[in-house]
């Protein structure tokens, strides 16, 4: 089992910068494929992005492709979401997500694969 805690959140300009992090608990970090989601005002969550356990795929949600940029450190339990020229649509409640995959590639874009949530962190983008 993993526990997972986002931080980084906050609010910001349109055309400003965030970088997300996670920090996982657990020495198994390195086998979950991790994925950020995010739920807007009045919506249901979306797929953001994903990384694969070894880091070698990604994927990402078309609104947010060549903005953001998922990674991970495996020796820190961490996986990033760097997060640039934001938008407005971008505000979100964004939730880091984990699904134990290895050792099988990829990384799922289904918020009903993956089995471990963090609490979500706020992020305010003002036009």
């Known amino acids: 089992q993993v526990q997972l805690v986002e931080s980084g959140g906050g609010l910001v300009q349109a055309g400003g910068s965030l970088r997300l992090s996670c920090a996982a608990s657990g020495r198994t970090f390195s086998r979950y494929s991790m994925g950020w989601f995010r739920q807007p005002p009045g919506k249901e969550r979306e797929f953001v992005a994903a990384i694969s356990w070894s880091g070698g795929s990604t994927d990402y949600a078309d609104s947010v492709k060549g903005r953001f940029t998922i990674s991970r450190d495996n020796a820190k339990n961490t996986v990033y979401l760097q997060m640039n020229s934001l938008k407005p649509e971008d505000t979100a409640v964004y939730s880091c997500?984990?699904?134990?995959?290895?050792?099988?590639?990829?990384?799922?874009?289904?918020?009903?694969?993956?089995?471990?949530w963090g609490q979500g962190t706020q992020v305010t983008v003002s036009s």
């Open positions: 997500a984990g699904h134990i995959m290895y050792p099988q590639p990829g990384a799922s874009v289904h918020i009903g694969d993956y089995d471990y």
